[in-house]
C-alpha cells in the first residue's frame, strides 16, 4: 500500500471518477461490480487493493470496500466492455484481446476464463507464473518494452497511429 500512496495525487479519485472502471468481484456471493466513481483518494485506492486481491497469494481476508469484502474481479469479469463506446481490451496473455502479445505456435486451442479468450499454449503459462512471481527488474523491463510494442502494434492496426 505504500508504493501506491506514494505514487498517486491527492486528487487521483476525481481524476479517475468516470474514466477508470475496477473490476471486483464480492467474495461471499461471487457477483461482479464495475466500478468507476470515487468520493476519496482512499476509496480509489481501496478498490484497487481489492481488484488485485488473489486469496491466499495476497493473504487470507478480502479487502474491505464500502463496507463489504471483495477480491480481485478477474475471478468474474477479466476484460469488462463498458455499455457505451469502445472499449479496449488489454491483456498479458496471447487470445483475441485487442491489446496482448502474438500467439506464436501451431496450438490453436482456446479457453474462456472470466469473460477473457486467451490460447492455451506454454507461453502463456511462463505469463501466468511471470505474473505470481515476477521476474528481475532487467526481465521486467522487457515484458514492459514488450507491452509497450504490442500497444503500438494495435494502434497502428486500428490507424490511430502512423
Same mark, same amino acid.
Given at each position: ?12 479519485? #476525481? ?6 472502471? *475496477?473490476?471486483?468481484? @464480492?467474495?461471499? &456471493?461471487?457477483?461482479?461490480? %464495475? ?48 455499455p457505451v463506446g469502445r472499449t479496449v481490451?488489454? #491483456? ?6 485487442? *491489446?496482448?502479445?502474438? @500467439?506464436?505456435? &501451431?496450438?490453436?486451442?482456446? %479457453? ?27 526481465g521486467m523491463q522487457s515484458l514492459c ?17 502512423s
Amino acid at each position: 500500500m505504500e508504493g501506491i500512496e506514494e505514487i498517486l495525487p491527492s486528487d487521483a479519485h #476525481s481524476l479517475a471518477t468516470d474514466r477508470l472502471h *475496477v473490476s471486483i468481484t @464480492h467474495s461471499k &456471493s461471487g457477483d461482479n461490480r %464495475l466500478i468507476s466513481r470515487f468520493t476519496s483518494r482512499e476509496e480509489l485506492i481501496k478498490a484497487l487493493l481489492a481488484s488485485s486481491f488473489v486469496p491466499v497469494y495476497a493473504g487470507i481476508q478480502a479487502v474491505e470496500f464500502r463496507g463489504q469484502k471483495w477480491i480481485d474481479g478477474g475471478f468474474t469479469d477479466s476484460l469488462p466492455v463498458l455499455p457505451v463506446g469502445r472499449t479496449v481490451t488489454v #491483456s498479458p496473455f496471447a487470445g483475441l484481446q485487442d *491489446v496482448c502479445p502474438v @500467439h506464436r505456435g &501451431s496450438f490453436k486451442t482456446q %479457453l474462456k476464463l472470466a469473460n477473457m479468450n486467451i490460447m492455451f499454449s506454454v507461453e502463456n503459462i511462463k505469463r501466468l507464473n511471470q505474473a505470481l512471481f515476477p521476474p528481475s527488474a532487467g526481465g521486467m523491463q522487457s515484458l514492459c518494452q514488450e507491452g509497450f510494442d504490442d500497444a503500438v502494434s494495435f494502434l497502428k492496426r486500428e490507424a490511430w497511429m502512423s
